[in-house]
């Protein structure tokens, strides 16, 4: 077995205009302060990294890992989920997420997706040269908004979304194939994989592609009342990536799942910082030593409470002491013997 790596911190809902979040020097520095080994990197976030040199040149990216290291953290992985998002987006949220692309596509649909698309790929890229296997990203969405419809959708519309969503991630999926990087899907709502069963259906139209792997985060699990723990023991050999992050469930007779249209605080189902929520994360951490995932926990901190440096810093901790340090033998190894085929087979009553 192999023993988790952690904890690690994603930096997305940190990244500011203020120190210390306001530069790649600083927030490492902050990040290995609050007690953190490895920092997941938003590869869309100027302030922290410019992705072209990272892809591109040696000096850049040793400097910039450098400072990292100096600081006293390590890059665990980079992450495009803003930009998988931009690779299938429906026409009504056309106007909701041009902001995440630059002016020149802003209004361009087909343009903006093929702006998020080499994105993507130059991430994939990056991480290849980095000597990173694995990277986070999201789906996109094509047929979300017909996932609880009336009328009922249209015979053959959810096939021909999914056909188009693999047709687009297939080029990208090829390309990690040639950088040799795992694509870890976050399965997540208003993403076109948001459930287990939808990840199959993806998966099935790329024809079991090696590359097309998840990101666990059992939160997103929570909220859909879906059962988290059988979810490792049926996806252990696509579970890549890790995040740790905490979840309740509170559904009461004014609201359940899809929370009323009301702001995170008052929603029945709330993201919650670490340890305030509902997750067993004991179990998940046992359950993932038991498949020898041997990749980083990391911290994705979000929380309708909770003041964000004090989740960052309890959250430190809460991995730490969560991640198993395996065990190199069986427990039981004191009161064996050596034992070869003859007595074996007596003991079998064989011969």
Known sequence: MKTIKGPGLFLAQFAGDEAPFDSWDNITRWAADCGYEGVQVPAWDARLVDLDKL???????????????????????????????????????????????????????????????????????????????????????LVWPFVYPFPQRPQGLVDTAFDELAARWRPILDHAE?????????????????????????????????????????????????????????????????HVKDAEFNPTGRQGV?????????????????????????????????????GWAVVEWECALK?????AREGAQFVRDHIIRVTPHAFDDFAGGDIDDATNRKMLGLD
């Open 55 to 141: 892809a591109t040149s040696d000096t850049y990216r040793d400097e910039w890992v450098g400072t990292a290291r100096d600081n006293g953290v390590e890059v665990t992985d980079l992450s495009t989920h803003i930009l998988g998002q931009l690779v299938a987006v429906h026409p009504a949220y056309d106007a909701w997420v041009d902001g995440f692309a630059p002016p020149e596509v802003q209004g361009k649909p087909a343009a903006r997706q093929e702006w998020a698309t080499g994105q993507v790929k130059k991430a994939l890229t990056a991480s290849n040269k980095l000597g990173i296997g694995q990277h986070v990203t999201f789906s996109g969405g």
């Open 178 to 242: 040639d950088c040799g990087v795992d694509v870890c899907y976050e399965i997540h709502p208003m993403e076109d994989l948001h459930d287990g069963v939808t990840f199959e259906m993806f998966l099935d139209r790329l024809d079991g592609h090696a590359r097309c792997n998840m990101l666990y985060d059992p939160s997103h699990y929570v909220l859909q009342c879906l059962d988290y723990l059988d979810n490792i023991d049926i996806y252990a050999e696509r579970i890549k990536m890790f």
């Open 258 to 294: 899809y929370g009323g249209y009301q702001p995170w605080v008052n929603r029945a189902g709330r993201f919650r910082s670490p340890g305030d929520g509902q997750v067993d994360f004991g179990a998940i951490f046992s359950k993932l030593a038991a498949i020898d995932f041997d």
């Open 307 to 311: 003041h964000p440096e004090d989740g």
